[in-house]
C-alpha cells in the first residue's frame, strides 16, 4: 500500500529552527523528521512513498537522491515526478519514493490530487511529513478496513501546552503535571487510510484545503471512521516541539523509533 506525505507548506511557525529548509527536512537528532517517518512506515512493511513536494522541493530531492548507491534507479515520470527505487543492499533497503512536485503554492487537498494517478486506483495510506507517533498502522489498516468507508483518520488527545495544576479548596497545590494530555476531545492526528472513492470527495484546484471541504463532505456523508489513538503522538509546529522531539532521543525515549 503506497503512503503519500504532504511535505510542501511553508512551516512558517517553526521559521526559527531553520528558515532556508522545508520543515520535513528539519533533523530530530542526526536525521530529517521525514526519515524518521519514513522508517517508521518501513517497520510495517510500508515501503513504496510519494511524497507531494512543494517548498523548496529541491532540498527533499537532494536529500533522497543522495542516499542513491550504484544499486539505485532514478528515473523521471514526467517534468514534476522523478522516481527512485532503491536497492536491496542501501540504505533504504527496496524503497520505492516517488517525489512529486506538487507546486510552490498548492493547499494540501490539491497536492493529493496531483498525485492520484500515481495511485493505480488502490487504497493508500496518508499522513503529514512533520509529525511522528507510535500508532499500530497495522491496527489502524485493520480498522479502517472493519468500517468499510471512505476515509479512516487516527484521532489523538493532544498534549497540553503547559502544566496542568490540582488545587485544592484552600488555593493549595496538591499536584502537578508537567506534560498532560488534553482531558476532553481528540484531534486529528493525520494518520489516514484512504480508498479511491476519497477523490469523489475532492476537485482539482490549488486552494483545496483536505482538512476543509472534503472532509466535511465525508463527515456528510457519513464516509469518515476514527481510530482513536491514546498512546505517543506529536506534531513538530514549534520550537518547543523540536526541542521536545530531539530530547526524547537523546535520552533514548523515542516512542516511535521501533527500528
Not at 503506497?2 to 529548509?21: F, H, P, Q, W, Y
Not at 522545508?22 to 517508521?40: A, E, F, N, S, T
Not at 509529525?131 to 497495522?138: A, C, M, P, Q, R
Request: with cysteine; charged share 20%.
Amino acid at each position: 500500500m503506497k503512503v503519500v506525505i504532504l511535505c510542501g507548506g511553508l512551516g512558517t511557525r517553526i521559521r526559527d529552527v531553520a528558515e532556508d529548509i522545508p520543515k520535513p527536512m528539519i533533523r530530530v537528532g542526526d536525521q530529517p523528521i521525514i526519515w524518521h517517518l519514513m522508517r517508521y512506515y518501513a517497520s510495517f512493511g510500508h515501503t513504496e512513498f510519494v511524497l507531494c513536494m512543494g517548498y523548496k522541493s529541491e532540498v527533499i530531492r537532494n536529500f533522497f537522491v543522495s542516499k542513491m548507491t550504484n544499486n539505485s534507479v532514478l528515473s523521471q515520470i514526467n517534468e514534476s515526478i522523478e522516481h527512485v527505487q532503491y536497492g536491496a543492499d542501501d540504505e533504504f533497503s527496496n524503497w520505492s519514493v516517488m517525489l512529486a512536485n506538487t507546486g510552490q503554492h498548492a493547499m494540501t487537498g490539491s497536492r493529493i490530487v496531483k498525485v492520484k494517478h500515481l495511485l493505480n486506483n488502490e487504497p493508500f495510506m496518508l499522513t503529514y511529513g512533520d509529525g511522528l507517533s507510535d500508532i499500530n498502522l497495522d491496527a489502524l489498516l485493520a480498522h479502517h478496513q472493519g468500517k468499510g468507508l471512505a476515509v479512516t483518520v487516527t484521532g489523538v488527545r493532544p498534549p497540553a501546552r503547559f502544566g496542568e495544576l490540582q488545587v485544592d479548596n484552600n488555593g493549595v497545590a496538591t499536584g502537578f503535571n508537567e506534560k498532560p494530555q488534553a482531558s476532553a476531545g481528540i484531534i486529528s492526528g493525520g494518520f489516514f487510510v484512504c480508498e479511491p472513492t476519497v477523490f469523489a470527495h475532492m476537485d482539482n484546484r490549488d486552494d483545496l484545503v483536505f482538512e476543509q471541504e472534503p472532509m466535511k463532505s465525508l463527515v456528510s456523508d457519513q464516509l469518515l471512521a476514527v481510530y482513536q489513538h491514546d498512546g505517543f503522538w506529536q506534531c513538530m509546529d514549534t520550537y518547543r516541539d523540536w526541542q521536545l522531539l530531539n530530547s526524547m532521543l537523546d535520552q533514548s525515549k523515542a516512542p516511535w523509533k521501533i527500528w
